[in-house]
C-alpha cells in the first residue's frame, strides 16, 4: 500500500516499524501532539509509553509519528519520546507545517491531521488517538475548525479516538464530517463520545460490534476505492467517564477564561486540556490517559484483524 518510496533524507522509519512494513504485520499510528501539548509533564512519557505496550501487548507494531530535527521519524524510541516529552522546542506541526519544520531542521510534534497524512506516505492504515479536533465552539466568528476534519476528506486513514473534545462544537463536527465524506462508526455504541464523557448527547447512524467487522468495512471501503478517513468512535464506558457535573462546570469556567485571556487560534486546544487537568486535579488526566490506552487496544485488534483478513485472501 506505499504510495511511493520514502525519501530516506526526510523519513526515519524505526527497524521494528520497518519490519512491520515489509511482512504485513499489523502496525497502529501514534500522534505526538497529545504527547508534548496534550498531556503535562511528566505522565506524559508514562502514558506514550503505556500505549505503546498495549498495541505491542495485542500484536501489532505501534508507529509514534514525530519530527526531530527535521527528519519525520516513524515510529520513536523511547529517548525519542522523551525528547518530544521534554523539550521546550517542540511546536504542534499541522500538515502545513511539516515542509517548514522539515526544511528548518526543527522539533515537531504532528497533529491528526499531520500524523494521518505521514501514516499514509508511509503505508499506515490505522491510527489511534484520544480524541479528534474539529469545529470550535462560535465557529461562525473566528473561522476556527481543525485542519483534522478536512485532512480525513482526503486521506484513507482509520482513526480510532473517542469523539471529539467536548471542548468543541460536538453537532456542528459530525456535520462537517458528513460533509467532507468522513465515515463515522460507533464502536459498540450508536451515542457518539463526549472523549471524557461516556455519550455526547449525539448519535451516530452506523453500530459496530467487533474489530472484525470494523476490518471488513476498512477492505470494502478500499474495494470501493473511497479516499477519505473512517473514525472509529469508541466511547468510555460509563463508570470510568469524568463526573458529568465536574465536567460541565470546569468547561464552561475554561472556556470563559480562554475568552478573558484572549487565547485564540493553536493555543485553545491546549490551554482548555490544561484547565481541565488543573481544575480537576488530576481526575481529567486519569481519564484522558485511559481514553488514549483503551483507542490504542481498539486500533491494534483492528490492525490485527485487517492483517489477518488479507492473510487469508492471499
Ligand atoms: N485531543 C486531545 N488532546 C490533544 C489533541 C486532541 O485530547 O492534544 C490534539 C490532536 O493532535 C489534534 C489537535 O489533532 O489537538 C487538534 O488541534 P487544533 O484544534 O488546533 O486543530
Ligand atoms: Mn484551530
Redesign the pocket.
Known sequence: MTPRALDSSTFTVHPEVQEALASGRPIVAL?S??IS??LPKPENIRVAGEVEDMVRSRGAAPATIAVLAGRVHIGLTSEQIEEIATRGDVSKA?IRDLGIVCAQSGYAAT???ATSHLANRAGITIFA?????GVHRQARDSWDE???LIALSSIPMTVVCSGV?SILDVRATLERLETLNVGVIGYGSHQFPG?YLTDSGHTVDWRLDDPESVAQVISTRHNLGIVSGLVVANPLPPDQQLDPDLHDHVLREGLNLARDRGITG?A???FL?DHFHRSTHGASLIV?ANIIVRNAELAARIAVASSTSWASRI
Open positions: 500522534e501532539t497529545i501539548h496534550g499541522s497533529t491528526v491531521a488517538t484520544g480524541g479528534l479536533g481543525s485542519a483534522d473534545k472523549f493553536k485553545v486546544t491546549p486540556l484522558n
